[in-house]
């Protein structure tokens, strides 16, 4: 089953368009143990969300040790929740390989983030995995995104550029963007470039976007293939023993409101 | 002792620009270990050159064991040796504080590559780092490259925005770049704008990037600062046993005729 399936099934089997970001910080932690941490979170909320996107730097801060509870951790979530692999990697060729491999054939996740600087033979390894999915960065949600993703070349700026490559190079039709909450009106030409791709778009909660417009210019035609991603908010819900029954809570909200403004999207 | 001391001291004892790419491909390597291979390379050549880069993709592609591999190599390279790790990341400022976290305390190099596109915030938690180096990625040595990095805005392409930005951020004087070597040009061009920065320079070799232009237009007013990196054309000079010899002596012609042509430059 290719990706896009596999999401889909998960969202109307959820009833959801909530991704839940597991980025496990020992600095905001209630218990000590990554493994049991993310295991309690998964176990608290794996009827709610439509994938969960595990963001690799947290785990490699961990040293060796972190990669094995990544990679045991992948196995553990129930088979029919996909899992994006947010790597956000960029290599030639030869190299952006060996990255695939580690990331769908080793660690085994059903979608990766990567980053375009670098131009098609950097993606293609990763989008000749036909059964998985390739999130292309395109307009990020952070401050220091303007820099470079907004520079206008003969009157388009580099994001948009971006989404019209991405959809060029769409052949497998596995290809998906990377476009922040926290820029509601390039979400919202993004989705008007590229109306049928999935679109993953984090920012949302700790990093200030709006729910409403995120969800309102994310969807597609049918109210669907906008991955609304959150992590902080919903995994330090609690900094006490009910960490995990306060991320369901916090979950099943933001899985409702995404709904709401999905019916009115429409 | 930071990166920049810490290179010219290894360049200028080894009388070499010449980097090595500890990068083990299993379908290449003449032995089937690769921390005996990586072991027996570093022996053969640590008195050749100014670096060494290991990509982290051929370590991740290996799985956990091959993280475990990384970083035990990291630690038996020569201590005088600056060790460049090849990791071309990206994140927000959050998320970037973790990969820096990993690739400067955890697997302990001394510089590290990172990828421009997520802008300001994604290179800040890097350069935060004083004594370790930060290559930006400005024009690579893929063909692929010319899709974005060649993007012309305000009449400057892309990389020339990225190599002045570079300039602007370098606060604490430990930014590099990473131009390849197959864009003599380009190179030539970006070696204009920070005249001092240190240089990676992949390219030559299997790449096919012409090594008296790369040298010519890389290196600094002094002749120095311009680290070429050669990886496949090394590693696998040989498919028999003596394939560290055979890496040794390629090491020693390229390390030698970097030289040529640096004196040459002057």
Redesign the interface.
Known sequence: MNFTDKLLDASRKNKSWLCIGL?P?PELMPVADVLQFNEAIIEATSDLVCAYKP?L??Y?????EG??IL?RMVKEIPGNIPVIGDA??????N??R??A??LFS?LGFDAATV?????????EPFISYEDKEVFI?CR??????????N???DGLP?YE??AR?AREWNIHGNIGLVVGATYPEELKKVRSICPEMPLLIPGIGAQGGDLASAVGYGVDARGEKAIINVSRQILYASKEKDFAQAARNVAEKIRNQVNDYRSKAR
């Open positions: 980025d910080d963001n730097a947290f490699e801060a961990l040293g060796t990669l094995a990679e956000k990697r960029s290599d030639i060729g190299t952006a060996a990255y491999k580690a080793v980053n375009p600087y670098l131009g098609y033979d950097s993606v960065l990020t949600s952070n401050k220091g995104a303007t820099d470079f993703q520079l206008r070349s580099l550029i971006v490559k």
